[in-house]
């Protein structure tokens, strides 16, 4: 999942990167409206996080420029005013969702995931790697033709991992991906779900990166 990071205070860009590159995001950045359009046409993002307040021009006339260029990329517009007439602006200008600064950085991220769910789903029905596959939408997981039988959790973080086949997830971001920021996340959690995972689809599917997290290797 690739991100643009559009915001003027080096404090605040700087920290979202770090911590969302931790995460696993792909990260990239924006300080100034102009800038922001040229990344978001020639950058492949996914999802952007947009200031309204920016130095060359408003982050709604950003927003309006995007989506004139017909750019499917889902937008949370972030402002310091609460007043309810800039957050009807923004979401009537296409804006996906809207957070008022200081946020909390949980609710940034769990608002990216349910953004990144309905992405996943409308351009990976069924996603396939090796023997596997998974229909996203039936919510049904085969290997080699026949149904395997797994508890939402595990079929949340295979999915993750199928998507992301040939890259690494750090249990962290795997963690961001199957719990919303208000659930209890027990430590091992993920290794208690893989274990589980690994009962019911063929030997070595999924690799460990010893302190790290997990990775299925592209076939």
Same mark, same amino acid.
Request: charged residues 30%; negative net charge.
């Given at each position: ?5 559009? @915001? ?17 995001? %792909? ?13 978001? @046409? $020639? ?10 307040? *920016? ?11 995007? /989506? ?14 609460? @007043? ?13 969702? $809207? ?37 996203? +939408? ?11 039988? *797994? ?11 199928? @998507? ?22 027990? +430590?091992? %959690? ?27 290797? /592209?076939?």
């Amino acid at each position: 999942m690739r991100l643009l990071l559009v @915001e003027d205070d080096d404090q605040l860009i700087n920290g979202l990167s770090k911590a969302l590159k931790r995460d696993g995001f %792909s990260i990239v950045t924006a300080m100034n409206g102009c800038d922001a359009i040229i990344r978001a @046409e $020639y950058e492949k993002v996914d999802i952007i996080i947009l200031d309204i307040g *920016l130095p060359d021009m408003s982050g709604l006339e950003v927003l309006k420029q995007i /989506k004139d260029k017909g750019l499917s990329c889902k937008i949370i517009m972030l402002s310091a005013k609460e @007043e309810l007439s800039t957050k009807v602006k923004a979401l009537d200008a296409g804006a996906d969702d $809207y957070l008022v600064k200081p946020f909390e950085y949980e609710e940034l991220t769990a608002r990216i995931r349910v953004l990144e769910r309905n992405l996943n789903f409308r351009q990976h029905p069924i996603l396939e790697v090796g023997p596997l596959t998974v229909d996203i +939408s039936g919510h049904i997981v085969r290997c080699n033709g026949e149904d395997i039988e *797994l508890s939402k959790k595990e079929f949340m973080l295979l999915k993750a991992l199928m @998507e992301s086949a040939g890259r690494v997830q750090t249990k962290e971001a795997l963690e961001a991906k199957l719990y919303d920021f208000a659930e209890e996340v027990v +430590s091992n %959690s993920i290794e208690v779900h893989v274990h589980h995972i690994r009962k019911k689809i063929p030997h070595n599917f999924i690799h460990t990166i010893r302190g790290i997290g997990y990775t299925i290797k /592209k076939l």
